[in-house]
Nanobody, 120 residues
Framework: QVQLVESGGGLVQPGGSLRLSCAAS????????MGWYRQAPGNQRDLVAI???????NYAESVKGRSTISIDNAKNTMYLQMSSLKPEETAVYYC??????????????WGQGTQVTVSS
């Protein structure tokens, strides 16, 4: 099994910044990609940003230019730095990881989510 532990959520003022972290642990042989998704009440879960183990990134248009995703392969940990946050970005942010177990089997895992509230 793979465990994903998210941290860094909370209350942020409009225009403020935050840094989310996601640490993966378990019987992991390799991680191919990690990403952040968010889901507001009544909405679907949408991609925020994704990064491969080789450092290739992709961002949702709405966060481009004010967000940076990074990965520490040695620690199996991913980070998302976001700035100029808006109230409409209030949501539960979920970490996702795709990779392989030591057996060679593939996995896709989700974290439990961390609440981000953008409000004054």
């Amino acid at each position: 099994q793979v465990q994903l532990v998210e941290s860094g959520g909370g209350l942020v003022q409009p225009g403020g910044s935050l840094r989310l972290s996601c640490a993966a642990s378990g019987s992991i042989f390799s991680i191919n990609a990690m990403g952040w998704y968010r889901q507001a009440p009544g909405n679907q879960r949408d991609l925020v940003a994704i990064i491969t183990s080789s450092g290739i990134t992709n961002y949702a248009e709405s966060v481009k230019g004010r967000s940076t995703i990074s990965i520490d392969n040695a620690k199996n940990t991913m980070y998302l730095q976001m700035s100029s946050l808006k109230p409409e970005e209030t949501a539960v942010y979920y970490c996702n990881a795709k990779g392989k177990f030591s057996t060679g089997a593939s996995f896709t895992s989700w974290g439990q989510g961390t609440q981000v509230t953008v409000s004054s």
